[in-house]
């Protein structure tokens, strides 16, 4: 029920998301609680009721939700870049601002994020991988299970 559909409707557009420490705690907590909404509470041996514990539900998902938004995110950036170079999509994302940064530590990109999930599986040839999008596709599935991600 959860994947089907609670998951697509909380991780819609989740394929430009730049995934920071607050967001996925955010889906962490989320996901707890739709959790322990589905599998209701546990019933001890003396006869009463509790919640589950996040230890127990942290069993039934193994961070999930963040692997599939990593995979979603490398599928997409393999399908813009096997996009022909005049598409709209392909212009947006190769195009940079003729300004400046301004002072401090620079943002972190979507495109920073998806090339660090890259190397955290460690593909060293990208480029030549996401022109055989059949390969491409495996690693996408690899990511979805990847505990390192």
Known sequence: ??????????????????????????????????????????????????????????????????NYIKAQRLAWFGHVHRMPDDSVVKRVYKWSPALTRLLGRPKNRWEDDVKSDVANLRITNWKDCIRNQSKWKEFVEKAKTSPKL
């Open 1 to 66: 029920m959860y994947q089907t559909l609670v998951r697509p409707v909380v991780t819609y557009a989740c394929e430009t998301w730049v995934l920071k420490e607050n967001i996925k705690s955010k889906l962490r907590v989320f996901e707890r609680k739709v959790l322990r909404r589905i599998y209701g509470p546990t019933k001890e041996t003396d006869g009463t009721w509790r919640i589950k514990l996040n230890e127990e539900l942290n069993g039934l998902t193994d961070n999930k939700n963040i």
